[in-house]
């Protein structure tokens, strides 16, 4: 079953499910070997971390290439801000992937969706695979959608916060009504959370701080990997029922009547 | 790292930490496939549904041999009952770990934590490896290891309710506290809930309705292995701090100024 | 101290925090007399279901004169319908309070933001106390304030759904960020729910559903008002300090030592 | 309807739901306006902090005459000093009634519920009217009636933790399935939390750290004496049904076609 469960995005054929961040890592090494053990497939880099004029430094050169980079607009304020730093992140040979933030607010760093919108309208229609991270609002992604947008990218709770899945019931209706693939990401603290949000249905999950502010990063990447292809594996395995009182394994005759 | 984590019981040493129960299957092939993806190496059957006589339906016949059989004495209302049916069990040739349950309460089917103590500290003075089923109690766990208990199995919700960790807070009380296994046994209902129990610092989880009652046993027996494995791995790697606002990935300077 | 504590909307000030809406229920005489149990100062109407040439079936004539009505716009799909509903509700003398709700998806009934931002913007400019019911987000709920919306109504849950404050974590982020009243309009199922709202720092609360479907809407509306009351008297007295470990309520030394 | 609304205990009616521990208060004064403004008719008082000597500090003496004194064993660690210091309340003309705390764990302050099931039968067979503090366990709960509790009281999560009714679903399953009064004791840290108690159908709550530490303990007084009376009377008057999708007010077609 589970050989032919893939996800398509902009035309590849994703197998892995889980997405990674690559913020917060103390040490190179440590990020490559947790992308390795993640057994990820997209990895997004903030764009404004990209150092072009030191390829020592080059967080970019240490994403293996067989892994899809999903440079992001990371820093940007504005609709505008985060076309410009798109089209910039095509024009250095990154790829026509671009995930899409737009933040003004400072203390919860949620997304705009407004502004969000407004950039995935003007980047589909310039060739971009757009990924619009956004609040949690059925109505907003179906804007998205007409827009454009590839996949939305609802938010569990703050970036950073890893509190886990705390706006479930937009995104559950999320999941249930919309027709692009939903990715949730941001807020993920852990693997039983990335486990759930694939057995509510979604179609993957991105984590970045969960993982590289554990104590141990690379394994907690193993088992974010396990945790999310046990939701999935489950998600389409079918669940059983759920019941108010008990439901008794065998018969309730006293065995030794 | 997890080469080495073992968790012992009974002089055994057990590398997995999903438990299987064998009631609610349709079919007993389906139970032997389930028993083999799930990787498990403890299966509880209750007595009850042991025939002796005929070879042809015996479920433990079923059981491979590498898996350690721990007969159940579900059908006990009382401490006497349990006790005879433990004994029946050992009699039989079914070795000498025995799960405690003793359930008189036919609605919710909550195990009797005085009878079952009494029957833990009969039972352990007679040699028997022994594993209480109880409601979660830190008071009643520390007497139940007073009495002998190799471990304690609290449940997390009614048994076959599918209704996951319901008694959070005590069963945490319970990990953190006593000086046994704690392994979370019934309603359990996703492998994202399994993972959490993990997480929680559980030693282990015993799962049935789930996983016999799901579209696909045998595939929500492999997801159930995933997750107890992801959730363990990242108990041991060490959780990110949890924050009430945001944490950026990167310095928020405005990417463009 | 609850003497001076009044809320502000529209120049007028309200001492009741407990806004209630019109709908199902199944006898004018029983919303009446909920009205007042509830003992209401703000009650909304959808436009639609105003009857303006059946004098004996017109709602809006049963809401006494000392009561604010709000008309709504329940049934408008867009910021243009919205827009003519708001102007025929004063222009057949209802005043100048209007409820915007713009909803195009029918199964959840979710509003969209993004239209009820147009209809609040055009309102404004045209003299209305705007009150926005909309979907929790903080960046729209902004985007609300800076078009001169009096008011954010944010839902709890979905319309009729009794499901409670599921949006907890994104309304909790708007009372603590926004400079507006926030009223929580739309789930809320019992009044322990609408207690919670007022602690988290709402200003108030609108209730429909679970006072007109109640086994007795009369006592239920004055059990509502006792709740919102309770939640905001508790809400300005400070709360406690919550701990993860028991709190003795006096020394722990043994008292026959 | 409320008027009929009594609850007996120890052949005493009880208008009042809400009961107050005495602990904490900072002041001797706050503690009596407290416990008028929560209109509460019974409070409990740790034996150990009567003290007998000094009429002026008695805190015996701060309670109104109308108000019926519920000794506890605070400080207790066996069924045998419980037994003991309520006879000693007794013999000391605090009156036949008695709440039963037996606790040897000094982190989390958990009742012992075999201790306590102890003490409560040899207190019953002296007379007594025994209210036995309890962790929530419906089979423990059976066995306090048989010894013959007056009522139950099942804590909500630890003493003086604040955090709410953390074991919802044992309370849950008690109050639906026992036989006598369930007095939710313990945890409660909000007025809501307290009116949820109520509307699961407890049948009194007792609160003492959320009044005696709030920023204005009298104030919250008032707010716990609304709030219960506002989880009572919604219980009373039956709850609408909940649903996943929403319902909407009135008939959805659109107001302008």
New interface residues.
């Given amino acids: ?2 050989n032919e469960d893939t996800l398509i995005i902009g035309g590849k054929k994703l197998k892995n499910r889980l997405f990674l ?1 690559t ?2 890592y103390g040490d190179h090494r440590v990020m490559e070997e947790a992308i390795k053990h993640a057994a990820t497939q997209v990895v997004t880099v ?4 990209v150092d072009f004029e030191n390829e020592e430094e080059d967080i970019v050169r240490l994403i293996p290439d067989n892994i899809i980079l999903m440079p992001n ?5 504005t609709a505008e ?1 985060a076309i ?2 798109a089209r910039l992140a095509r024009a250095s040979g990154l790829g026509n992937w671009v995930k899409i933030e737009v933040i ?11 502004e969000t ?1 407004k950039a995935t309208d003007t980047l589909v229609k310039e060739g971009f695979v757009v990924l619009p991270y956004m ?6 992604g ?2 998205m959608i007409e827009a454009g947008a590839e996949v939305v990218m609802p938010l569990g ?7 886990g899945i ?5 995104i559950q ?1 999320m999941i249930d ?1 919309l027709s692009v693939p939903i990715i949730v990401d941001a807020g993920i ?5 990335a ?2 949000a694939m ?1 509510m249905g979604a179609d993957a999950v991105l984590v ?3 993982i ?6 690379v ?2 990447a ?6 999310v ?3 999935r ?2 998600y ?15 018969p ?5 009547d």
């Fill in positions: 079953m589970t961040g913020g917060k903030a764009m404004r971390r607009t990371s820093g940007a304020r801000e410009r730093i003004s607010d400072q203390k919860y760093l949620l997304p705009d969706n407004q919108l609040s949690p609002d059925l109505m907003a179906k804007r709770s703050p970036i950073g916060s890893n509190r705390r706006m479930k019931e937009m209706m009504e603290g852990k693997p039983s959370e486990a759930e057995e970045n701080t969960a590289a502010t554990a104590g141990d990063p394994q907690m193993r088992a974010f990997d396990l945790a292809k046990a939701g594996i489950s389409l395995s079918g669940f059983g029922s759920t019941s108010l009182k008990a439901q008794a394994s065998s309730l005759t006293g065995f030794l």
